[in-house]
């Protein structure tokens, strides 16, 4: 079985995107403001970059432009949690010290000189840490734009009983 934890962070990250979700498509500044739109695709992009890696697919996101309103990344979005969750069932607990490659490797060891190996279980709290640290600035930008972003902390999740996800619906 995959460590609790993991699935926890998981679980976590997928509500609070959720969340983030709800507060960006309920106010109407957000559909036109090009920081929300660019972050919101970095998150979810690299959230599906990371999933393919881990299943061992070639690398292969779509082109910003291919989405013609918020709702639509919201959508390819929502999509990477339901690839996750699948995926995280489907773990075999002893492949999580197995280590990952990056195609973007050289790139690193360019950038600071070498690259330690890293784990599937590194790179799984990677991903969250990342989607947190960009759903702050999504939150941020949201906050400048006259919004009002949600409390998306990991304890505010546990304090609330772990609840599922609430993605605003299709419509917006």
């Known amino acids: ?28 500044a957000s559909e036109g403001d090009a920081p929300t739109r660019e972050r919101l695709m970095h ?5 599906w970059a990371y999933l393919q890696i881990w299943r061992g697919e070639p690398l292969d996101l779509p082109d910003p432009s291919s989405f013609h309103d918020l709702p639509a990344v919201r959508a390819w979005g929502r999509g990477y949690h339901a690839a996750a969750v699948g995926f995280m069932e489907s773990l075999d607990p002893a492949t999580l010290g197995n280590e990952i490659h990056f195609p973007w490797a ?7 000189g070498a690259l330690h190996p890293s784990t599937l279980s590194q790179t799984i709290l990677q991903i969250t840490s990342h ?3 960009h759903r702050g600035q999504v939150n941020a930008r949201l906050r400048e734009i006259g919004g009002e972003p949600p409390l998306t902390d990991f304890i505010v999740w546990v304090w609330r009983g772990e609840p599922a996800p609430e993605w605003p619906s299709e419509g917006g």
Do not use: C, I, K
């Open 1 to 28: 079985m995959v460590p609790v934890e993991l699935r926890q962070l998981m679980r976590h990250m997928e509500w609070a995107d959720s969340l983030a979700w709800n507060a960006v498509l309920t106010h109407p």
């Open 43 to 47: 998150v979810h992009g690299v959230q």
């Open 106 to 112: 050289a790139q690193l060891v360019q950038r600071f």
């Open 131 to 133: 989607s947190t640290y």
